[in-house]
């Protein structure tokens, strides 16, 4: 017997009703022979609460580093550098005694609006669930755990602990699923976090089919499930639906209730003892690294932030002025810095992930000290309102002095209080003082840059073109100010693409009219549409598109080539850096499904790399896309179906950038439901088996029109008639005659 097993063959039943719910807001219940362990968020830096009885004030913390928040880590693309900086959230972790890290958030972002999309990677599951999967695999590389959240289709803040997301399966696996699925199977993350919502009318948190049937028994789940933060209304529904800890603590649902519900006989005793056993488990395996903390070196993980946040800014625009493209900037360009955000930097989003930075490097300093100038400096607005007329005075000032600079640096971006979990923001415009400021500026000097810092997609439309250059940075971490330096002044190449669409207005957006919903429901009415799968389908233009981004140099395609290889498709292609700096392109693989017999997105991101590729330097880059990149989830069947036929590989540099399109044909199966009498008379005739024996029954010889005009009749209609030469006999016998012949494959 291992030690889990003997532990928990010594406890009472009130033990392990226990150890099913917090002691305080951070730790696990000790029992005779089971210490407690310590959880703290996440996700992309360690929030542990300096009061050890659990405070829950938000900044009370100890120092830790403030990576980029997964808005600029997803812009990487990276899967290495997620990693390493997973490895350094690890370490942070493992070093302050914490056992569990409360991330990875792979929630899809279905909404520009979502309050916490700073938190999340991306409208696309498959980047979503890549480099989730990496931060999972360098954190837990530390013997220490993490925490998939928040599972499943937490899409929205407004609501949240009460909102039934009404979503359609197909949706949920092809879109809201895949991202968990793929860090799941692929990191085996300690723990899942529950969401706090309802999805199709039941609690996440008490929802069998998502804990159990979906996360355990198809994708392996072996780790633990643990509820958001006070997303459990009844414990015992929810030990039964495969949850294990209820966080933070039992409140006013004790364990008494558990106990009571086994002497009851309405929880099974071996279910609890499954949970509790996961607890066990879990307490175990953090033994090793609570034995030899560690430490770490909080400078080298600054500069790890640093790195990050400069891979994860994404260069939107980049005009020529001048006979030369804007950026980089050279020391002496007579550089005048405007902005309130250049010197108090917004840096990450409000609410259980905020972190208590070890340093912070203000963009401001960071230029000064790059380019060994006293670089001059015009707020040129408030970010929290001030007093009336401080803005109109403080642009009037900044407009003044662009005109006698070279080129200006404009840094804007959204105020704290404008995205934060707990709600959703209700516009996607930068502040009216913001948008008045650039385009006084852009009209008085044509030489502006503009630098974003914000944590969800922010209309640029309005004034992007008047200025010829635009570096979206997200919400880079505690070092974003310097890697905002070392991109302007070309250290360092932009290398980020968006994880999300830029759309020009609210308007467009996939959601717009069904978010937030109301009366505790929100319909996904979308469906799959959703990011670039809506703008691309619908052809609508959109500012800057998803999968973009530009760098200080240029890259060609060559000699792609697509092949059928084993049900998936082989990819291949050289790509070359034509510029003269060095850089990184990512290659993106998009798929369409042309023949399918469901409607489909125009295409989906199958693949990506990233390639550094030293000025003139190639590389061959090859991409394989297996039988489920090819396949979809058919509503009907409720399992992945690869429909055989001709697909459309796509090799390119965005969603919109389309470098090279290959025609592959691919074999797979004729999806058929079975056929019964609700079949239609055209499903019949056109089946292989039901077709001739139609015929047979006296429908040989039915014209054309007739024929079309019965197409979509079901057949039990058509016997009821009374006039076809179908009787309700004939019918028992046709159907008899196909039973057990259905969902075949051609
Ligand atoms: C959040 C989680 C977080 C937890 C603990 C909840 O409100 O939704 O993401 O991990 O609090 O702070």
């Known amino acids: 017997m291992d030690e889990v097993e003997q532990v928990l063959s010594g406890l009472t039943l009130e033990d392990k009703a226990a150890l099913t719910s917090g002691a305080d807001f951070w730790h696990t219940k000790a029992a005779p022979g089971v210490p407690a362990v310590m959880v703290a968020d996440g996700p992309h830096g360690l929030r542990k609460q300096v009061e050890e009885g659990g405070s829950a004030v938000i900044g009370d913390s100890v120092p830790a580093t403030c990576f980029p928040t997964a808005a600029a880590l997803g812009s990487t693309w990276n899967r290495d550098l997620v990693r390493r900086v997973g490895e350094a959230l690890g370490r942070e972790t493992r070093a302050n005694g914490v056992s569990v890290l409360l991330g990875p958030g792979v929630n899809i972002k279905r909404s520009p609006l979502c309050g916490r999309n700073f938190e ?29 959240k928040h599972f499943a289709a937490n899409n929205q803040e407004t609501d949240r602990m009460r909102v ?11 879109l809201y699923l895949p991202a968990f699925e793929r860090v799941v199977t692929r990191a085996h993350p300690w723990t899942v976090m529950c969401a706090y919502n309802k999805v199709n009318g039941t609690y996440a948190s008490e929802h069998r089919w998502l804990l159990t049937d979906v996360l355990r028994d198809e994708w392996g789940h072996d780790g633990l499930v643990v509820s958001d933060w006070g997303a459990v209304h009844d414990r015992v529904a929810a030990l039964r639906a495969g949850l294990d800890l209820q966080m933070p603590t039992a409140g006013s649902r004790p364990d008494d209730e558990v106990v009571a519900a086994v002497r009851a006989g309405e929880l099974d005793e071996a279910q609890l003892d499954a949970s509790v056993r996961r607890v066990l488990q879990l307490v175990e395996r953090s033994q090793p690294a609570l034995a030899e903390p560690g430490s770490f070196d909080a400078a080298a993980h600054h500069a790890l932030a640093r790195e990050a946040a400069a891979q994860g800014a994404v260069l939107l625009k980049n005009d ?11 020391a002496g360009d007579g550089l005048l810095v405007v902005g309130e955000f250049a010197r108090t930097p917004r840096y990450q989003g409000a609410g259980s992930s905020q972190v208590n930075p070890t340093r912070l490097d203000a963009p401001l300093d960071a230029l000064r000290a790059a380019t060994g100038l006293d670089v001059s400096f015009e707020p040129g607005f408030t970010i929290t309102d001030g007093p009336e007329g401080d803005d109109e005075a403080l642009r009037a000032t900044a407009v003044d002095a662009a005109r006698g600079a070279g080129t200006v640096v404009v840094f804007l971006g959204l105020p704290a209080p404008d995205e934060s979990e707990g709600y959703d923001r209700t516009t996607i415009d930068l502040p009216a003082n913001q948008v008045a400021l650039v385009e006084a ?3 008085a000097n044509p030489r502006v840059v503009v630098v974003l810092a914000n944590g969800g997609a922010v209309a640029v439309s309005r004034w992007s073109r008047h200025v010829p250059a635009i570096l979206e940075c997200w919400l880079g971490g505690q070092a974003g100010g310097s890697a905002v330096a070392d991109l302007l002044l070309g250290a360092v190449s932009p290398s980020g693409r968006l994880a999300e669409t830029i759309p020009h207005r609210l308007e467009d957006t996939p959601a717009f009219g069904a978010f937030p919903g109301e009366v505790g429901h929100v319909r996904y009415g979308e469906g ?10 619908r052809r609508a233009d959109v500012a800057f598109p998803f999968g973009h981004g530009l760098t200080y140099s240029t890259f060609e395609y060559a000699d792609a080539v697509a092949v059928e290889r084993d049900g998936g498709v082989d990819v291949r292609l050289t790509v070359t850096n034509t510029g003269a700096v060095d850089a990184a392109e990512v290659v993106q693989v998009y798929v369409r499904d042309v023949e399918a017999s469901v409607a489909r997105p125009e295409h989906e991101l199958k693949a990506f790399e990233r390639v550094a590729l030293a000025a003139g330097a190639s590389a061959e880059v ?23 036929g001709r697909f459309v590989i796509e090799v390119a540099a965005s969603s919109r950038d389309v470098r090279a399109t290959i025609d592959v044909d691919v074999a797979g199966e004729v999806p058929k439901l079975p056929l019964g009498p609700y079949s239609t ?8 088996v039901g077709g001739p024996l139609l015929r047979d029954a006296g429908f040989a010889d039915v014209p054309e029109d007739v024929t079309r005009m019965f197409a979509d009749i079901p057949l039990a209609v ?3 008639f009374g006039f076809t030469p179908l009787t309700r006999d004939g019918l028992d016998a046709l159907v008899g005659a196909v039973a057990g012949t259905g969902e075949r494959t051609a």
Do not use: I, K, N
Request: hydrophobic fraction near 45%.
């Open 718 to 720: 058509v016997a009821d």
């Open 120 to 148: 999340y990677v991306s409208e696309d599951p498959l980047l979503a669930g890549e480099l989730a999967a990496a931060l999972v695999e360098g954190v837990q590389s530390q013997g220490v755990g993490t925490s998939l």
């Open 320 to 330: 020529t002025v001048h006979e030369a493209p804007l950026l980089p900037l050279g």
């Open 622 to 644: 090859a991409l394989r896309l297996d039988a489920r990149d090819l396949s979809y989830w058919h509503p009907g069947l409720r399992r992945w179906v690869l429909e055989g």
């Open 528 to 537: 799959l549409l959703v990011g670039y799968r809506w703008y691309d389908t």
């Open 164 to 174: 039934s997301a009404d979503v359609d399966e197909r949706t949920l696996r092809e």
């Open 681 to 688: 008379f055209g499903e019949w005739l056109a089946d292989p």
């Open 441 to 443: 500026v852009a009209a």
